[in-house]
C-alpha cells in the first residue's frame, strides 16, 4: 500500500480521487537521486488503491494496458493528482477500470486496469 507513504487522498468518489504527494517519501530518494520522479509502477499501485477505496474492497491489478506516461510526474513540481476512474463500454467487462491522471487540466498517465478483489 502507497496510501500515507507516497501520498495522501484529499477527496475520494465513485468516479475520481485527488491526493497529495508525499516528497519527502523514501521512494523519491531511490527514483531518482538529485531529479525524483513518481515510477510509472506506482501511479498503476495508487490507481488501484484509489479505484478499491471507491467501490469499499481492496482491488489487485491483474492486467494493466493501454498505458501512456504522457507528463512525468515530479514531486518538485506537481504535489497534487486528480485520478479520474471509470468503466468503459461495453459492460461486458465489469473488472476493467479507464484511469485518467491528471494535473490541473495537464494529462499525466492514462491506462486501463483489469482489477479483481
Keep these: 500500500m502507497l496510501k500515507?507513504?507516497?501520498y495522501t487522498v484529499q477527496l475520494i468518489s465513485a468516479t475520481s480521487a485527488r491526493v497529495r504527494l508525499l516528497p519527502e517519501s523514501p521512494i523519491y530518494a531511490a527514483?531518482?537521486?538529485?531529479?525524483?520522479?513518481?515510477?510509472g509502477a506506482c501511479l498503476i499501485q495508487m490507481a488501484c488503491e484509489l479505484v478499491g477505496a471507491s467501490v469499499g474492497k481492496a482491488l489487485d491489478v491483474e492486467e494493466a494496458s493501454d498505458i501512456r506516461f504522457v507528463?512525468?510526474?515530479l514531486p518538485t513540481e506537481i504535489t497534487e493528482l486528480e485520478f479520474q476512474y471509470s468503466r468503459p463500454l461495453p459492460v461486458e467487462q465489469p473488472d476493467v477500470w479507464s484511469v485518467h491522471i491528471l494535473s490541473g487540466e495537464t494529462l499525466c498517465s492514462r491506462m486501463?486496469?483489469?482489477l479483481k478483489p
Design 112 to 114: 486501463k486496469l483489469t
Design 31 to 39: 527514483h531518482f537521486k538529485g531529479m525524483p520522479v513518481t515510477p
Design 71 to 73: 507528463y512525468p510526474v
Design 4 to 6: 500515507d507513504y507516497l
